[in-house]
């Protein structure tokens, strides 16, 4: 798994160790703005594995243009009053009512469960495929 935000390099690092203080599951692999390879857009040009296995999860479907085929959109994360001001929204964010997302029914969980449904489908040891020739866009 990677961390890819086309913020700067030491926000990704600081995100990185919020969501993964141990380091199992993104370790080094941070893709920050500097990385990129074409200026405003995120590619999987930079990740390294086959575009037929990779999976997006993002926010922004506008940075995928050439990979929205591989891109779950997820719901936007409003925790500081900043991120609702910076999109132009009304509404109070997270910190504010002193909440959080529900751990059940949030948009991180509901995702989960799709990508655990994906994983299921896509490594099912009863298909009688070669694995090197699946597509996860396809499941």
Known sequence: MYIYTMGERPYALEMANLLDPGG??????VIAQGDCTQRHQKGLDV????E?????????????????????????????????RQFGLKCKSLSETKSDENEVEGALASVL??????????????RRDNIMERDVRQV
Request: proline share 2%.
């Open 24 to 29: 199992i599951y993104f370790h080094s692999r």
């Open 113 to 126: 469960k799709v990508l655990q449904q994906i994983h299921t489908l896509f490594f099912d040891p009863e």
């Open 52 to 84: 037929s296995a990779v999976l997006i999860l993002d926010d922004t479907e506008a940075v995928w243009g050439k990979h929205k085929e591989n891109l779950i959109l997820m719901e936007r994360y409003h925790f500081f009053t900043s991120s609702c």
């Open 47 to 50: 990740v390294v594995g086959q």
